[in-house]
């Protein structure tokens, strides 16, 4: 069964690098079908998405983010990871992993809907 | 893309017919999805393009609109219905999300 889990500290300090890890089961990650994303979501506030990754390494991010991303994928482990630089307690939110469709491509997300989501991580940014 | 939802929040009771709307800034074709989240959950695909059923949902969530306006309807609310759901626009980058509409029992 195709399942996607989200691992990294559930602390990190004003100014320093959160980093996440989601690791894909069940399924290989190198999917020409499929991208992969992360999405946050704020102590009882709404979803935000923060950016996707091909398997080959093609990043798609949010430029309305605050904080700069990076997004990286080790096919190796059948994993994906993310590291959002300089945080501040802005950042702090559950961290989700999911998958989408390339569908129709990767300038209009037209079928960029997640139909899988990783239970979440929840990331807390405080000294 | 700015998505508008409204109600914000709304009780209803077992049985009932719910509409959520969801407004978008600008026309965004049918490109929309719903997503149901239950507390301490993570998000769940409802529907996609506006108005198609994600495999294994039930048929009493229905989706309907394009342009800058569109519904979700549930047509007899059941317990398991309770949450909150949220629309997403997929016509162009970013992907915006709605601010959520919470379903409480009345």
């Known amino acids: 069964q195709l399942q996607l889990q989200e691992s990294g500290p559930g602390l990190v300090k004003p100014s320093e690098t959160l980093s996440l890890t989601c690791t894909v089961s069940?399924?290989?990650?190198?999917?020409?079908?499929?991208?992969w994303g992360w999405v946050r979501q704020s102590p009882g506030k709404g979803l935000e998405w923060i950016g996707s990754i091909y398997y080959a390494g093609n990043t798609y991010d949010n430029p309305s983010l605050k904080s700069p991303v990076t997004m990286s994928v080790d096919t190796s482990r059948n994993q994906f990871s993310l590291k959002v630089n300089s945080v501040t307690a802005a950042d702090t939110a559950i961290y989700y992993c999911a998958r989408h469709l390339i569908g129709s491509g990767t300038y209009y997300p037209h079928d960029w809907y997640f139909d899988l989501w990783g239970r979440g991580t929840l990331v807390t940014v405080s000294s | 893309i700015l998505l508008t939802q409204s109600p914000s929040s709304l009780s209803a009771s077992v049985g009932d017919r719910v509409t959520i709307t969801c407004r978008a800034s600008?026309?965004?074709?049918?490109?929309l999805a719903w997503y149901q989240q239950k507390s301490g959950k993570a998000p769940k695909l409802l529907i996609y393009a506006a108005s198609t059923l994600q495999s294994g949902v039930p048929p009493r969530f229905s989706g309907s609109g394009s342009g800058t306006d569109f519904t979700l309807t549930i047509s007899s609310l059941q317990p398991e219905d309770f949450a909150t759901y949220y629309c997403q626009q997929l016509n162009t980058k970013p992907l915006t999300f709605g601010g959520g509409t919470k379903v409480e029992i009345k």
């Open positions: 069940g399924a290989s990650i190198t999917t020409t079908t499929y991208l």
């Open positions: 600008q026309g965004i074709g049918s490109y």
